[in-house]
C-alpha cells in the first residue's frame, strides 16, 4: 500500500459511497469519512491535503468502500467491476478559486 501527503485541486463532488474530488488533470480521489459535502462546498473548486492511499485491495462495490480479503490475507481487486481507488485520508479543505 502507497501513502503519501498530497494536495489535490478540484471541483467538490458527491458519489457513492463517499464524497469525492475530480481533478480533471488527475482524476478522482475519495475522501474517507466523508460521506457527503456541505453546500458551501458542493460542486465548486477546493484544495484537499491529506493522506493519499492507493491500494488495490481497497475497491469500490455495491456502493461500498471495502478491502477484498480471503482468510485474513488481501486479495488482488476482479478485472472489470472492481477496480483500485485513490482516497485521501484526514482530508483538510478549503474553496480556492
Known sequence: MAQKTITI???ALDAKP??????KSKGVYYLDGLSHWDKKYY????????FLVIDST????????????????PLPPKQGTDAPIRVIRNAKWSLTK
Open 43 to 50: 460542486g465548486k473548486k477546493v484544495r484537499v491535503t491529506g
Open 58 to 73: 481497497i475497491v469500490v462495490k455495491n456502493d461500498t468502500i471495502r478491502k477484498i480479503e480471503k482468510d485474513g490475507l
Open 9 to 11: 485541486i478540484g471541483t
Open 18 to 23: 463517499n464524497a469525492i474530488v475530480d481533478s
